[in-house]
């Protein structure tokens, strides 16, 4: 049973910075794509970063330049380095796994901005 754990979330000043992990278990194939979703309050889940297995990476528009995710394949986790945060980065963030047509998803971890 393939299974996702999120970590790392809190609360932090605008400006500041939080890393978030997520650790991967269970029987995966070595080819996917690991992301990172949120979801605000009243908001639609969105995109925020994806990378593949190959190390290709696609960031939401709205957070390039701040926002950098990372893999280890060998311990299956993947990582979100968030930087100069802002209020309106505040949601439940989300990992997932996509394996060929396959979505796996983990519980979500809170990251509040405060201004």
């Known amino acids: 049973q393939v299974q996702l754990v999120e970590s790392g979330g809190g609360l932090v000043q605008a400006g500041g910075s939080l890393r978030l992990s997520c650790a991967v278990s269970?029987?995966?194939?070595?080819?996917?794509?690991l992301a990172w979703y949120r979801q605000a309050p009243g908001k639609q889940r969105e995109m925020v970063a994806a990378?593949?297995?190959?190390?290709?990476?696609n960031y939401a528009d709205s957070v390039k330049g701040r926002f950098t995710i990372s893999r280890d394949n060998a311990k299956n986790t993947v990582s979100l380095q968030m930087n100069s945060l802002k209020p309106e980065d505040t949601a439940v963030y989300y990992c997932?796994?996509?394996?060929?047509?396959?979505?796996?998803w983990g519980q979500g971890t809170q990251v509040t901005v405060s201004s």
């Open positions: 269970g029987s995966i194939s070595s080819i996917n794509t």
């Open positions: 997932k796994l996509i394996v060929i047509v396959r979505e796996y």
């Open positions: 990378i593949t297995s190959g190390g290709s990476t």
